[in-house]
């Protein structure tokens, strides 16, 4: 067993495609089926039931899966405590984060570690919240940022920002034209919602839930820029972060609707798997966010 073989049924594992995992790896797929076939001499046990139509792994195979997983990751954070020797942070940065997040907040604190560590190699994966919390516990990502909540028990989590959310319409919506509003005035409207698994999209369940709201109807996107578009084109309300709405205000194509006596909070948390503690690129991380937001977790 070696670390190209562990990387190859990792890889095939989580793609499900011999072909695939050698665009993936760079290699051929002959040896893609080499490395798997030594695995499983080495083990004595089929990793993969194959079909011309199908590849599923086998119940040892998911075990493995699951080590090969850890292995992956101590290995590559033993190459990470060499380089510590000599003082530079390099090497690569897996982070996960949630879209309003990834797409809105994050991108001034890439900026600052690319002036800051030009050799840290940076990359990001975006999901919503759910997708970033699996991320992060299978190791697929070394560090996630989510404005959901998790009860997961396997991961460590902590504040580090609020963000405010509003209630926003067209212009031209019949709400929009209120200085303020009630919540008997959200009854019988139609909202546009992200999808289940997203930290936003259950925040707007929550306040719908908690205030006994009866929805007209209700269209679930997969993305803020989606919803945006729906709501310049006067399909309704939603509700989103100030960070995702703040240039459609200012230039006009979004209102925000304002209730009286309410205001909508949330906080964001970076996540990550007790084994990432000590990774010096996490750490670096973890100190740039908490600098760049101080105070407000």
Known sequence: ????????????????????????????????????????AEFQTKLFLRSPKFLQITP??????????????IYEQTKQDILEHHHIIKGELKIGASFTIGEYILPPLLYDLQQHYPELKLEVMI????????????????????????????????S?????????SSPHHE?????????????????????????????LNHVIRSNG???????????????????INGMGLSLLSYSVIERD??????SIIKVKNQSFIRTLS????????????VKTFINALLNKWPNEG
């Open 1 to 40: 067993m070696n670390y190209d073989e562990l990387k190859t049924f990792v890889t095939l594992a989580e793609v499900k495609n011999f072909t695939k995992t050698a665009e993936m790896l760079l290699m051929s797929q002959p040896s893609v089926s080499l490395h798997i076939k030594n695995l499983e």
């Open 60 to 73: 040892t195979g998911e075990l493995l899966y699951e080590r090969a997983k850890k292995m992956l990751t």
């Open 127 to 158: 999901g919503n919240t759910e997708e970033i919390v699996k991320a992060v516990r299978l190791y697929q990502v070394d560090v996630g940022l989510i404005e959901g909540q998790t009860n997961d028990k396997e991961i460590c989590v902590h």
């Open 160 to 168: 580090f920002m609020k963000d405010e959310l509003f209630i926003v």
């Open 175 to 203: 709400l929009a034209k209120k200085e303020e509003v009630t919540m008997a005035d959200l009854q019988n409207q139609s909202w546009v919602s992200r999808e289940a698994g997203s930290g936003t999209g259950g925040y």
């Open 213 to 231: 709201l009866k929805v007209k109807s209700l269209l679930t996107i997969s993305s803020n820029q989606g919803i945006k578009e729906m709501l």
């Open 249 to 254: 205000v200012q230039h006009g194509n979004l």
């Open 270 to 281: 970076y996540i990550y798997a007790p084994m990432m503690t000590d990774k010096r690129n």
